[in-house]
T-cell receptor, first 111, second 115 residues
């Protein structure tokens, strides 16, 4: 069974549009991270959220951690072609060193 | 060099070959990881080393053998692999413990093809 489910799996949008990616689980996490991975590269950390209900903004990206610390969302405003990539969420369990990755969302922003 | 460095970036090997993947981190972290990334599948955790001791082995086949000689270096020795082992192998590091932020820093990966 997959611990973290992401939706949608694939997303293709026009430049300037808004989008939201979801990361859902039935398990509680001590923290949750979002990563972006470009082809042929390793994932790069975008943000870490720790507190239930926490909202973090990174330029046009808004990240939210669910109140129960079981889910998260990533919202991108006015998407740009440079936002294209694979977005991964990863949850850390309390036991430490246990990072569980989501299924990934492949985003393509068309100029 | 900064961050996490993996070599080689690309590797093609036959099923009877023996090869090794190397990872080096320059971040002063005390935990290192090997992940496997296959097409259309989530990242799979293979091995975790914390303070140079292996703390996690997610039932990985014995044809994969990790080695962590110190906190900055991690190897993955490969022997008698199968074509289905072809994947991107990612190394990562983090700072474990109370001072840690629970964040993984990845290398660029080693693309392995088994013929």
């Amino acid at each position: 069974t997959q611990l973290l489910e992401q939706s949608p799996q694939f997303l293709s949008i026009q430049e300037g549009e808004n989008l939201t990616v979801y990361c859902n689980s039935s398990s509680v996490f001590s923290s949750l991270q979002w990563y972006r991975q470009e082809p042929g590269e390793g994932p790069v950390l975008l943000v870490t959220v720790v507190t239930g209900g926490e909202v973090k903004k990174l330029k046009r990206l808004t990240f939210q951690f669910g109140d129960a610390r079981k889910d998260s969302s990533l919202h991108i405003t006015a998407a740009q072609p440079g936002d294209t990539g694979l977005y991964l969420c990863a949850g850390e369990r309390n036991t430490g060193n246990q990072f569980y990755f989501g299924t990934g969302t492949s985003l393509t922003v068309i100029p | 060099e900064t961050g996490v460095t993996q070599t080689p970036r690309h590797l093609v090997m036959g099923m009877t070959n023996k090869k090794s993947l190397k990872c080096e981190q320059h971040l002063g972290h005390n935990a290192m990881y090997w992940y496997k990334q296959s097409a259309k599948k989530p990242l799979e955790l293979m091995f975790v080393y914390s303070l140079e001791e292996r703390v996690e082995n997610n039932s990985v086949p014995s044809r994969f053998s990790p080695e962590c000689p110190n906190s900055s270096h991690l190897f993955l020795h490969l022997h008698t692999l199968q074509p289905e082992d072809s994947a991107l192998y990612l190394c990562a590091s983090s700072q474990d413990g109370s001072r840690g932020t629970g964040e993984l820093f990845f290398g660029e990966g080693s693309r392995l093809t088994v013929l």
